[in-house]
Nanobody
Framework: QVHLMESGGGLVQRGGSLRLSCAVSGSIFRIYDMAWYRQAPGKQRELVARDTSGGSTNYADSVKGRFTISRDNAKNTVYLQMNSLKPEDTAVYYC???????????????WGQGTQVTVSS
């Protein structure tokens, strides 16, 4: 079993900052890509930022220059630093990780339970 636990969400005013964390635990052989998604009410879940196992990052156009994804491999944790927050960033933020549980298990995607981010105007 693999578990992802997000933390760091909350209520913040426009222009403020939040830092989300996602810790991966359980039966882990190797973690590959890690990413943050978000889903606003009435909208589809969308990719916010991805950190690949190869060391590259990519971002949704709407958050470029404001959000930064990073990871601590020793802690199996991925972070999302969110600055200059806007009301349109309000959503439930989900962590996603591609994980191999053994050397020959293949790679499966896992999700956290989500953390609410609300930006007031």
């Amino acid at each position: 079993q693999v578990h992802l636990m997000e933390s760091g969400g909350g209520l913040v005013q426009r222009g403020g900052s939040l830092r989300l964390s996602c810790a991966v635990s359980g039966s882990i052989f190797r973690i590959y890509d890690m990413a943050w998604y978000r889903q606003a009410p009435g909208k589809q879940r969308e990719l916010v930022a991805r950190d690949t196992s190869g060391g590259s990052t990519n971002y949704a156009d709407s958050v470029k220059g404001r959000f930064t994804i990073s990871r601590d491999n020793a802690k199996n944790t991925v972070y999302l630093q969110m600055n200059s927050l806007k009301p349109e960033d309000t959503a439930v933020y989900y962590c996603n990780a591609d994980v191999a549980t053994t050397w020959n298990s293949g790679i499966s995607g896992y999700w956290g339970q989500g953390t609410q981010v609300t930006v007031s105007s």
